[in-house]
């Protein structure tokens, strides 16, 4: 079974972004980029499907930047087989490659390298739009499993269990099928320096969007990109006693 | 102006959800129409027909649509699309599952999780996690939309006669299969319309501990909520967790316990309109965005405030 991940180059989950002082978006330079952390679960999941010999063969895929190719090369120490980067200059959180444009790269990709399943994070925490996974589902015609907390795999049946409102949902998909992951499928491992030093040397292959037929122009134009309103501190209460009084006659929420 | 909004619901029941994302139909304006997709669901179509304010009910009423997976849902969106300027859905995980699996087949670029309606064809939405409010402006001839329901009124359930039109669903593209749904059952008010909140964080410490959050829940009529670290340390379900990947509430009166108040969580709750923050250590980023903050024990303090309450 061979397995498709794409993944994303996004502003490392701990950094506090900043909004461009023209308002025109989020100021990303010199700022620490990194895998979005749900490709990173989609990739952690490849790689145990492969080591459990359900797979034998892992890609991993990215559009972006030259500099997306540090993160290909994570994914490759992490267990990805090889890469793929789309190199575009455009920018990928906001304004730029929308969530329908990379769903029709990948489908490119996915008629290209017919995976039996892909596997990628539910949303990207730059844009948070939730929709290429749904999208790329779409547009091979394939099953969708999004919001996966667990994944299993056997004799060519795929059952996987959903995070809905209100529980979980287990659904049996028709392969070639397309997984999105769920904060709870599974806790990436820490790639080994002997494994970072491997990935250098496994194949990664540079091409351009219109080598794939696709059209960047955004459909979303961004009007602008404000701060949200801040909420100030409030008060310190010294007691119990005074929260519910607060709570009662000053707050009068209770 | 024509809106289609695709009801959220069980077969029997309409879920509030989806008068919140009719509240954002109205802000849009013109003609809203209703989709109820399912299986025996003439009760739910018959209560969409009551909403004020509706022009008509959809009913796509076919046994495969019992469990309403994206895969059959998405043609009929895209069957009825043409006839729309506006489709709307919420954003639960129902609205996020199908509707963009619709837009890629009508060749659209979806918005997600809009917070306004600035004008028929421009939004804000939030980005990275809510430290960002984007503004957009479509150019796509039908505008697929969903909506973030703690921010739109809810439309009046009652008051309206729509007529109810039946629609043949085409044949189950069986590609997927339902199997089973494990799903909480509470007395309690749903979390993202409950007036108040309750939630615990890693402080709380164990699932046994978590009675304490339960027992000040129940007395304040209270939803129960969670941080992401309590439903990873397995103290409550994952449909507890509020946060930027969880659920989005906003509740007149949410009560953080033993919660730090990691970004991700305060993207999930923030626009709640009085915060109150019980925790030990008095340097929580919590405090920084609670109304009312009580640095003590919450093994003390929350006993205390149900006894009290």
Redesign the interface.
């Known amino acids: 079974m061979k397995i498709l991940v794409p993944i994303k180059r996004v502003v490392d989950y701990n950094v506090k972004i900043r909004v461009k002082s023209d308002n025109s978006g989020i100021d990303i330079a010199n700022v620490k980029m990194s895998i979005n952390p749900f490709d990173e679960i989609a990739i952690e999941e490849a790689v145990r499907l492969k080591e459990a010999g359900k797979a034998s063969e892992i890609i991993a895929v990215t559009i972006g930047p030259e500099k997306s190719q540090e993160q290909i090369r994570t994914a490759m120490a992490i267990g990805a087989d090889r890469g793929i980067l789309v190199k575009t200059n455009a920018p990928i959180d906001l304004g730029g490659v929308e969530p329908l444009a990379v769903a029709k790269t990948l489908k490119a990709i996915a008629d290209k390298e017919n995976p039996d399943l892909i596997i990628m994070g539910k949303q990207s925490i730059d844009d948070d739009s939730n929709q290429t996974g749904q999208m790329l589902a779409a547009l091979l015609g394939w099953a969708q499993g999004t919001f996966a907390s667990e994944l299993e795999i056997n004799d060519g049946s795929l059952q996987v269990t959903r995070e809905i409102d209100g529980g979980l949902e287990t659904l049996e998909l028709k392969t070639p099928a397309i997984i999105t992951t769920d904060l709870r499928l599974n806790d990436p491992r820490y790639a080994k320096l002997p494994d970072i030093m491997k990935a250098k040397k496994k194949p990664l292959e540079i091409i351009e969007p219109s080598d794939l037929g696709v059209d960047y122009t955004p459909r979303l134009e961004i009007v602008s990109v404000n701060e949200p309103p801040t909420r100030s501190a409030g008060i310190k209460v010294e007691s119990v006693d005074a929260l519910i009084d607060t709570l009662k006659n000053e707050a009068k929420v209770i | 102006m024509k809106t289609l909004v695709i009801a959220e619901h069980d077969n029997t029941e309409l879920k509030s959800a989806t008068l919140h994302a009719i509240g954002a139909a109205i802000k849009i304006g013109g003609d809203i129409d209703i989709l109820v997709a399912g299986s025996n669901c003439d009760i739910v179509a018959q209560a969409a027909a009551q909403i004020s304010g509706i022009n008509k009910v959809i009913k796509a009423d076919a046994p495969p649509l019992e ?1 309403q ?3 059959d849902i ?1 043609p009929i969106i895209v069957d009825l699309a043409s006839n729309y300027t506006h489709i709307l859905s919420a954003a ?3 609205g ?10 009508l ?7 809009i917070i306004s309606v600035e004008s028929a064809d ?1 939004f804000k939405r ?15 001839s039908i505008k697929l939309i969903t909506v973030r329901t703690t921010t739109f009124d809810a439309a009046d359930a009652a008051g309206g006669s729509a007529s109810v039109e039946d629609y043949s669903a085409p044949a189950s593209s ?11 059952t509470s007395e309690r008010p749903e979390l ?1 319309s409950a007036k ?1 909140v309750v939630s615990g964080g890693r402080g709380v410490g164990s699932e046994e501990n978590f009675a304490i959050i339960e027992k000040l829940a129940d007395k ?1 009529g209270a939803a129960i909520g969670a941080s ?1 670290a309590a ?2 340390a397995g103290y409550v ?3 507890y967790q509020v946060g ?2 969880g ?1 989005i509430v906003a509740p ?2 949410y009560i953080a316990i033993g919660i730090s108040g990691a ?2 969580h305060l993207a999930g709750m ?1 626009d709640s ?4 923050a019980i925790n030990k250590d ?1 340097d929580a980023p919590i ?10 024990d919450l093994f003390d ?1 929350v006993p ?2 149900e006894g ?2």
């Open positions: 469990h997976l994206a895969e998405a639960t995980t129902f996020k599952n199908t509707l963009p699996r619709a837009a890629a087949l060749d659209t670029q979806q918005i997600s999780d421009t939030p980005v990275y996690a809510g430290n960002a409010i984007a503004t957009v402006k479509s150019s796509d069986e590609l997927s299969k339902f199997i089973k749904h494990e799903l909480s993202t108040i304040l992401r439903v990873d379900p994952n449909d930027q990947t659920k007149d009166l970004i991700q923030k309109k009085v915060i109150v008095e405090f920084g965005v609670a109304d009312y903050g009580l640095v003590a303090a205390e405030l009290k309450i």
